[in-house]
Each structure stands twice: as C-alpha cells, then as structure tokens.
C-alpha cells in the first residue's frame, strides 16, 4: 500500500464530471471514495478540452468543404428560371432550366459553379451584344475558375486535415477513452475492496488486504496507462501540422481567386462606365 500512498499523496479538488458522479454516489454512502492523482486530473482536463476542440473542428470543416445542399442548388435553380421567363418568355426559360439541370450532373457542384453556369446561360439569353450578357459572360467565366480553385482546396483540406484528423478520433482519442472507462472501473473496484476489507471478519482480514493490494496495482496501472493515452492526444505535434496545411490550402485559394477577380473587376468597371455614359448622354 505504500506505493500506492505515494502515487495518490497529491491530490485535486478538481474532479472530472465523472468522478463528481462517483463522488457523489459514494458520499451518500457513507464509503471511502478513492481520490484520483493530481496529475491525472489536470491532464484529464487538458484531453476533454483537445479532444472536444478536435470533434468541432472536423464537424466544421466537413460542412465548410461539403457541396450546397439540395435545398441551396434549387433555390438558385428558382431564382435562375423566374429571371430567365422574364428574359426570354416561359418556353425558353422552362428549356433552359431543363438545359441546366442536365448539366449538374456533370458539372462540379459549388456556388461558384452554380453562379457561374446561371450568369453563363442568362448571358445567352441577354445577347452578348448588350452590356450586361458581356458582363455576365465575363463575370461566369470567371467564377467556374473560381470554383475549380476551391474544389482544389476542399480536396486538399479533406486529404491534408479532415481525414487525419478523423483518424486520430478512431483511434488515438477511442483509446484514450476506453482507458478513461478502465480507470473508472478499477477505481470502483478498489472502492469495493477497500470497504470489503474495513467489515472483513478477523479469519478474513489477511484476504481483503490481499484484495485491496491487487486493487490498488491494478488501479495504478490502469491510470498510467490512460495518462499514457491522453498525453500522446494533448502533446502530439500532428494536429499543428494538419492545421498548417489547412492554412496553406485556403491561403492558396484565396490567391488565386483574387487574382482572378482582380483582372475581372477592371472589365466589369469598364462596361459599367461606358454604359453608364451611354444612358446619361440618351437621357439628357
């Protein structure tokens, strides 16, 4: 029992959730509650708040490099037909709808793409002669381009931090947690021992501190082992390096969109201006 006495001599008023659970249900007992290390609490406390972190940044990510949804693609879809019928009539929009919807299939689904396709299509019906079909015209050409950059990123984020990052939840964080389940276990063991062996009878005395003792290096074990677990989560350099790519993959579409809308917007401006003098000059 000495060792055991020095392995837990340092212990936390901060429990876990969980040991405040067990806490409670021993005190209303009135039995001893085995009192978890120092060192296990804190580090406890740093894993939850890692692997908490680790869950909400996956989540988010899937939803940042995940496709619109089917409801995005037909509201757009909507709003693309209602300005189409008032273009070209109700046959012609209904056939380019028809037209649009077709292509989806083969067609990379963003909003950049989505956009893209919609100002391509009403920039035909327009006519390439007017102002605003050349604009539009322009202004898809452009945004298909910048739908591809971020199909790009998404599939770097997905490969470069998604995936690993999962990965590390099915495995690294799953053992983690299993050994926190196994330090539960053993600690409600050695709580049962220990009473066990304060009502032992005198010819059963030698045997529960037998028991206890067993309990005791089983339960140090059992903790060593998820410290083990918990700090390989908490101290791995693998998630900053995941982040990194994470950065270089939006940084890298971020630039190449710019720098696809920095050529683009000295075009548009033209069109604007000229046209803009064009309507002040006939409506003088």
């Given amino acids: ?73 037909q509201a757009l879809q909507q709003q693309f037909t209602t300005l189409t019928s008032k273009i070209g009539g109700k046959r012609d929009a209904e056939a380019v709808a028809a037209a649009h919807r077709k292509e989806e299939d083969s067609v990379p689904n963003t909003f950049q793409h989505a956009i893209a396709r919609a100002s391509l299509d009403v920039s035909e019906r327009v006519g390439l002669e007017e102002p605003l079909g050349a604009a539009l015209f322009k202004f898809g050409s452009i945004e298909e381009k910048v739908g591809n950059e971020k199909i790009k990123q998404d599939r770097s984020i997905h490969a470069k931090f998604i995936e690993p990052m999962a990965a590390t939840l099915e495995s690294g964080v799953a053992l983690a947690q299993n050994a926190r389940k196994e330090v539960a276990s053993a600690r409600l063991t050695l709580d049962a021992a220990k009473a066990a062996f304060k009502s032992a009878k005198p010819t059963h005395v030698d045997a529960a501190r037998r028991d206890v003792e067993a309990a005791e290096d089983h339960f140090v074990t059992v903790v060593e082992e998820a410290m083990r677990l918990m700090r ?53």
Avoid: C, G
């Fill in 1 to 73: 029992m000495d060792s055991f006495s020095k392995f837990t001599q340092n212990v936390s008023t901060n429990w876990s959730p969980f040991a405040e659970k067990l806490a409670s249900e021993k005190l209303t007992s009135n039995a001893e509650v085995t009192e978890l290390p120092t060192d296990y609490v804190a580090l406890e406390q740093r894993y939850e708040a890692v692997r908490h972190a680790t869950q909400s940044l996956v989540r988010l990510t899937r939803s940042y490099t995940a496709p619109p949804n089917n409801f995005d693609v």
């Fill in 232 to 284: 390989s989560i908490v101290e791995s350099p693998a998630p900053l390096r995941h982040l990194s790519d994470f950065v270089a993959a939006q940084l890298a579409f971020h630039k190449e969109a710019a720098a696809l809308l920095e050529d683009l917007a000295p075009e548009i401006e033209e069109i604007q201006v000229t046209q803009e003098a064009l309507y002040r000059h006939e409506n003088k």
